[in-house]
Structures are given as structure tokens and as C-alpha cells.
Nanobody, 123 residues
Framework: VQLVESGGGLVQAGGSLRLSCADS????????MGWFRQAPGKEREFVAA????????YYSDSAKGRFTISRDSSKNTLYLQMNSLGPEDTAVYYC?????????????????WGQGTQVTVSS
């Protein structure tokens, strides 16, 4: 296992969660990383991405202004701070490592994936 997500759970609407993704094999040393999510009955979608040095970030329209992606290279860990959560954010959240150094929303750019962590937001 290379990428392991944690931090998911049940939260009320308006609440916050912080997801973490531990990169045990340092797959992302020079690579961008991203968060994706998949709600029941829907396709997996892009949430946020961060370049390998953390200087550039990229968000989906739904995440912009509410979510913050960050990374701590010294800990080989990726984070997603999620605020103002709503029921529409309910999904399994996945972290992934890109084959490139620049941030991207294209799922095909990502070559390593975690198993996902469930986020459930109650109304």
C-alpha cells in the first residue's frame, strides 16, 4: 500500500473535516498530488490538486473557497481541509499521485491511488 487516506467520518452540515494522505513509499517526491471524490451512483470527480513544491494549487468550482489542499513534504503527507461542508460533499475521497510535477484535474494524469476514506455530511 502506498497511499493511505484518513480523517473521514460523519459531520453535520456546516462542519469541517481534515483529510490526510500518507505516502508510505514516497511516490510523490517530485510529483503533484490530488484529491478526488466519488459519490454513490456518480463518477469519480476532481476536487483539488497541488504541485510538487506546493506552490501551485488547483480546485474544482465546488471546492473553491471552502477546501484547502496542502502538503508536508517532510512528512510525505497530503492534506485536504474541508470547511462549510454540505450533504452534496458526501462521497468517498481518494488521494492520488500524478505522473507530472504540475497540478492537474485530469484523472488520467494520476498513477497511484489510495483506497479512499468515507465522508458523510448530514443535513
Amino acid at each position: 500500500v502506498q497511499l493511505v487516506e484518513s480523517g473521514g467520518g460523519l459531520v453535520q452540515a456546516g462542519g469541517s473535516l481534515r483529510l490526510s494522505c500518507a505516502d508510505s513509499r514516497r511516490t510523490s517526491s517530485n510529483n503533484a498530488m490530488g484529491w478526488f471524490r466519488q459519490a454513490p451512483g456518480k463518477e469519480r470527480e476532481f476536487v483539488a490538486a497541488i504541485a510538487w513544491r506546493g506552490m501551485n494549487t488547483y480546485y474544482s468550482d465546488s471546492a473553491k473557497g471552502r477546501f484547502t489542499i496542502s502538503r508536508d513534504s517532510s512528512k510525505n503527507t497530503l492534506y485536504l481541509q474541508m470547511n462549510s461542508l454540505g450533504p452534496e460533499d458526501t462521497a468517498v475521497y481518494y488521494c492520488a499521485t500524478s505522473r507530472y510535477s504540475s497540478a492537474s484535474a485530469n484523472m488520467n494524469d494520476y498513477i497511484y491511488w489510495g483506497q479512499g476514506t468515507q465522508v458523510t455530511v448530514s443535513s
